[in-house]
């Protein structure tokens, strides 16, 4: 249970909250590549941490992120047109650059090299365009997930918008133990998840470890296996908002990142990615179809075609028939109406924390203290690549070993080596 001064301090990511501080230190996925697929294409609206933002692709290729709105009477520049190295306002033509730069103001030049606008740098890794909003002078290294530096051939990346805050949406995905219960049903269903390992989640008699690293925090479950075994099933976060999950099987390895759009509204990105094969057309077909962790979106939207204004399609016969325990269809829909039903922000001045719920517990203090490290102007966790270089597990182990260190090689991603997954 938190205090409400305790909740606020985590939720809420708007410019110049000690939350948002902290999250501005990383790169920040905004956009697939492909949103942008061409010098002088139409631009695309982007919000991020509360900042409403426009990202464009020049006449030279060059990627901007710049405030939304004109600087002379707030018009979005998404109505603007995007051509000869900027995007003109329509209202009365002032021009800008990727740099936020005004470029041109037809009534007046000797004011326009006066006028700028917010602009953030921006690079492309791994099919997804990333944004960096913290201190010129303190930003860090690419991101280095392996997911983004696989060949194209070997991930596929969908990103879905979720009505809630993005704290309570990656709770859920350190959550291990709410597969058993919530993901049941999928689990002996989904192409993508069927495996051995898969039948040793049905058990509901979990025990959890977390171990804290350098870069967030190693969580294993444990379930009973076959004789003298245990079932780890080792999930990864790695600060400030990425997760990973223990992989089924020769399935490829999942993972998201929970970005807030506001504090109402999270991007929940979904990543797949196989280390050492291509993904075949069977999985990528699966995937578009809504399959994995990947959902089907309304066409030209980022918002799922199940989604909470149609009650999540909730299939109550599934429910009672035994079927499925939440009634709603696909495992990424069903985190999301059960996060979404929380509220917008759930309130955690009334929750009943246990046992298992102790990942949770650790990584909002993680959060704190490194929010509060940043405001005191030191380093935050998490920002090389060592951290970020690492994978999620499932393994069998004996009865007595120590998950962390018995699974210690499982948890890099080393090249051309498999992912440990059964
Ligand atoms: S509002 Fe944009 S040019 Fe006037
Ligand atoms: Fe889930």
């Known amino acids: ?82 051509a000869g190295s900027g995007i003109r306002c329509p209202y009365h033509g002032w021009k800008y650059d990727v740099t936020g730069q005004c470029t041109d103001l037809p009534s ?57 805050n993005f704290l309570q949406a990656m709770e859920g995905g350190i959550d291990s ?40 925090m190693v969580i294993g479950v444990r379930r009973p296996a076959e004789e003298g075994q245990l079932y780890w099933r080792i999930t990864q976060w790695v600060m400030p908002f990425h997760t990973m999950i223990p992989p089924y099987g020769d399935n490829a390895l999942n993972g998201h990142a929970w970005v807030p759009v506001d504090d109402h509204t999270v991007m929940t990105w979904c990543f797949t990615h196989h280390p050492t094969r291509d993904l075949t057309g069977a999985e990528l077909e699966t995937m578009r179809n809504g399959g994995g962790i990947h959902v089907k979106l309304i066409p030209g939207t ?42 917008a922000i759930q309130d955690r001045t009334r929750e009943h924390l246990v046992s298992t719920d102790r990942a949770i517990i650790l990584a909002r203090r993680r959060m704190r203290r490194a929010a509060e490290a940043v405001a005191a102007g030191k380093a935050p966790d998490g920002i090389g690549p060592a951290a970020q270089r690492v994978r999620a597990a499932s393994v069998l182990l004996p009865e007595d070993e120590p998950f962390f260190e018995a699974a210690s090689e499982a948890l890099v991603a080393r090249d051309g080596v498999a992912h440990a997954s059964v």
């Not at 985590?10 to 920040?28: F, I, S």
């Not at 399609?313 to 599934?318: K, L, S």
Request: proline fraction near 8%; hydrophobic fraction near 35%; include cysteine.
């Open 1 to 82: 249970m938190l205090t409400q001064a305790e909740n606020d301090f985590l939720t809420r990511t708007g410019p110049g909250t000690p939350m948002g501080d902290l999250l501005r230190r990383y790169w920040v996925p905004i956009l697939g590549a492909d949103e942008l697929p061409h010098p002088d294409c139409p631009p695309v609206r982007v919000g991020v941490m509360s900042e409403k933002l426009l990202a464009f692709r020049d006449t030279q290729g060059r990627i901007g992120l710049i405030d939304e709105f004109c600087a002379h009477r707030g018009v979005s520049l998404w109505l603007g047109a995007n």
């Open 108 to 164: 007046e030049p000797a004011l326009c090299a006066k006028i700028k606008l917010t602009a953030y740098p921006c690079i492309e890794k791994g099919g997804v365009i990333w944004t960096y909003m913290g201190p010129p002078e303190l930003r860090p290294p690419e991101p280095a997930f392996e997911w983004a530096e696989v060949p194209a051939s070997r991930r596929f990346i969908s990103r879905r918008e979720q009505e809630c």
């Open 177 to 216: 133990v709410h597969v058993s219960f919530l993901h049941s049903g999928d689990l002996k269903s989904d192409p993508l998840h069927v495996s051995r390992g898969a039948q040793f989640t049905a058990s509901t008699e979990t025990r959890f470890e977390v171990v804290e690293t350098d870069g967030g």
């Open 302 to 343: 980022h918002r799922p075609a199940v989604n909470r204004g149609n009650d999540y399609m909730i299939d109550r016969a599934a429910q009672s028939g035994g079927r499925s325990l939440s009634g709603v269809s696909g495992i990424s829909m069903q985190d999301a109406a059960v996060q979404e039903s929380q509220g």
